[in-house]
């Protein structure tokens, strides 16, 4: 990978040296770099603050040799074929579909709640039918439904939503569901068969090599150069470039003249066990709010490893840190839309990313918005080259 100092990113010519300056070296600036450059020849300094590439979803393999993600669980899931695509020119994958498992009282059941999970908490031997019925009859319908609490009452009701999502949701953000945005807790799914999948969509796999392999194959070009450990305020007036694309917080970058938009943080806390194996699936999520932790990860079953000993994390929520959540309720949004009016009449500047547009986005959904904002880029830059060639002929 094309890795500079910022001696050589700031010396030479007085005239821009870079078309692009991009902020934030995860998926959505390493895409849009891939593409500018790949796509359309252009000139781009990727910059991240921290010393690695891939963002949130970085990878890499700890003192014991297992391969563990820095930034706690990360999973491929999509249903958009395109979005496969695309990331399958830097990767293989590796099949893989996620299952998770929930600690409520002495059961270890699924989650997302399903057959099992009833059958297992009530003792029960329903079928797919009778645990329809079952939910049903515990269901308590809410006219409407806004908050993470509502969506969950209505759907299993009080009991199952005290036993899985209100101290999860209390610890994961801090706030009580009724004070959270109904697109928090509609993420998990509620089923009366038997999937245990984590997740529904079409597409599941993780890349064969790792997360931080594919980005190295996706930023491998001679037109992208990348600066480390650099952190935008401190080359901003030093580089010459012609648009900046900003994938770090937007109320940072306007120096926070709204007020700061709330995000959630985590704190990680990696183990390596000298034994093979820890948990029975990868990942085990401890809903009790008097355990402090919301999940335990263990990694070798993401990633296919095989190794004498194991590596887990334990993720710890709080509210100072880097920030990994936007957390979604209407007042944020309210001042979000403020920053984003800025944004919206900055016309040198592009906004992209979970923390650029505020958005709690999966990593497909990211490269989606990379490859939309892309398009437009393209698409502007051709019918630019359209009237030049109109006006000159
Ligand atoms: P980021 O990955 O956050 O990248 C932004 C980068 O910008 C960072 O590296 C940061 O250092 C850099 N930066 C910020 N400000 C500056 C600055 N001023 N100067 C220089 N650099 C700066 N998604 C899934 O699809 N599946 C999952 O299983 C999944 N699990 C997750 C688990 C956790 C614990 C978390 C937190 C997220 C998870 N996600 C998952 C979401 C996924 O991490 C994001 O969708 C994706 O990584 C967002 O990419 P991004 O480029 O927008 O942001
Ligand atoms: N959630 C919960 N209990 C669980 C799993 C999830 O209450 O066992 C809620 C919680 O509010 C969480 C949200 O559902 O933040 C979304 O879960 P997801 O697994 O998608 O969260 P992420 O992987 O993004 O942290």
Same mark, same amino acid.
């Given at each position: 990978?094309?890795?500079?100092?910022?001696?050589?990113?700031?010396?030479?010519?007085?005239?821009?040296?870079?078309?692009?300056?991009?902020?934030?070296?995860?998926?959505? *600036? &390493?895409?849009?770099?891939?593409?500018?450059?790949?796509?359309?020849?252009?000139?781009?300094?990727?910059?991240?603050? +921290?010393?690695?590439?891939?963002? #949130?979803?970085?990878?890499?393999?700890?003192?014991?040799?297992?391969?563990?993600? !820095?930034?706690?669980?990360?999973?491929?899931?999509?249903?958009?074929?395109?979005?496969?695509? =695309?990331?399958? +020119?830097?990767?293989?994958? !590796?099949?893989?579909?996620?299952?998770?498992?929930?600690?409520?009282?002495?059961?270890?059941?699924?989650?997302?709640?399903?057959?099992?999970?009833? #059958?297992?908490? =009530?003792?029960?031997?329903?079928?797919?039918?009778?645990?329809?019925?079952?939910?049903?009859?515990?269901?308590?319908?809410?006219?409407?439904?806004?908050?993470?609490?509502?969506?969950?009452?209505?759907?299993?009701?009080?009991?199952?939503?005290?036993?899985?999502? +209100?101290?999860?949701? +209390?610890?994961?953000?801090?706030?009580?569901?009724?004070?959270? @945005?109904?697109?928090?807790?509609?993420?998990?799914?509620?089923?009366?068969?038997?999937?245990?999948?984590?997740?529904?969509?079409?597409?599941?796999?993780?890349?064969?090599?790792?997360?931080?392999?594919?980005?190295?194959?996706?930023?491998?070009?001679?037109?992208?150069?990348?600066?480390?450990?650099?952190?935008?305020?401190?080359?901003?007036?030093?580089? #010459?470039?012609?648009?900046?694309?900003?994938?770090?917080?937007?109320?940072? =970058?306007?120096?926070?003249?709204?007020?700061?938009?709330?995000?959630?943080?985590?704190?990680?806390?990696?183990?390596?066990?000298?034994?093979?194996?820890?948990?029975?699936?990868?990942?085990?999520?401890?809903?009790?709010?008097?355990?402090?932790?919301?999940?335990?990860?263990?990694?070798?079953?993401?990633?296919?490893?095989?190794?004498?000993?194991?590596?887990?994390?334990?993720?710890?929520?709080?509210?100072?840190?880097?920030?990994?959540?936007?957390?979604? !309720?209407?007042?944020?949004?309210?001042?979000?839309?403020?920053?984003?009016?800025?944004?919206? &009449?900055?016309? #040198?500047? &592009?906004?992209?990313? !979970?923390?650029?547009?505020?958005?709690?986005?999966?990593?497909?959904?990211?490269? *989606?918005?990379?490859?939309?904002?892309?398009?437009?880029?393209?698409?502007?830059?051709? @019918?630019?080259?359209?009237?030049?060639? *109109?006006?000159?002929?």
């Amino acid at each position: 990978m094309p890795q500079i100092t910022l001696e050589s990113a700031v010396s030479g010519s007085t005239a821009a040296r870079y078309d692009y300056l991009i902020v934030g070296a995860g998926f959505a *600036g &390493s895409v849009l770099a891939e593409r500018l450059s790949a796509g359309l020849g252009k000139r781009v300094l990727l910059i991240d603050r +921290r010393e690695h590439i891939g963002g #949130n979803a970085y990878d890499h393999f700890n003192e014991a040799g297992i391969m563990v993600h !820095r930034y706690g669980p990360h999973i491929f899931h999509t249903n958009a074929e395109r979005i496969v695509q =695309y990331l399958s +020119r830097f990767t293989e994958w !590796r099949p893989y579909e996620h299952r998770v498992l929930a600690q409520v009282a002495e059961h270890l059941v699924p989650i997302p709640i399903n057959l099992t999970t009833m #059958n297992t908490l =009530y003792g029960l031997q329903m079928t797919e039918a009778q645990a329809a019925e079952f939910l049903a009859s515990r269901a308590q319908p809410v006219d409407n439904v806004r908050t993470s609490e509502d969506i969950v009452i209505n759907q299993v009701g009080r009991e199952l939503y005290e036993l899985f999502f +209100r101290g999860y949701t +209390r610890k994961q953000w801090g706030l009580d569901p009724s004070e959270l @945005d109904k697109s928090v807790t509609s993420r998990v799914p509620t089923r009366t068969n038997g999937d245990d999948r984590y997740f529904g969509d079409t597409f599941q796999m993780m890349p064969l090599d790792g997360y931080t392999r594919m980005f190295e194959r996706m930023l491998d070009q001679p037109n992208i150069d990348i600066l480390l450990e650099t952190d935008f305020v401190d080359v901003r007036e030093q580089v #010459n470039y012609g648009h900046l694309v900003y994938s770090g917080p937007i109320d940072e =970058y306007y120096d926070y003249c709204f007020g700061k938009l709330p995000y959630r943080s985590l704190k990680f806390q990696h183990e390596t066990l000298n034994q093979a194996q820890f948990q029975p699936v990868s990942v085990v999520n401890y809903p009790d709010e008097a355990v402090p932790y919301t999940r335990i990860t263990e990694y070798k079953y993401l990633t296919g490893q095989t190794h004498p000993l194991t590596s887990i994390s334990y993720e710890f929520p709080c509210a100072d840190g880097d920030p990994y959540y936007p957390v979604p !309720r209407a007042e944020n949004a309210e001042l979000y839309k403020r920053y984003k009016a800025l944004a919206d &009449s900055a016309p #040198n500047v &592009s906004f992209l990313g !979970r923390l650029g547009t505020y958005k709690y986005y999966n990593m497909d959904q990211v490269v *989606g918005q990379a490859l939309a904002l892309y398009q437009r880029i393209a698409e502007a830059a051709a @019918d630019a080259n359209a009237s030049a060639c *109109g006006a000159s002929s």
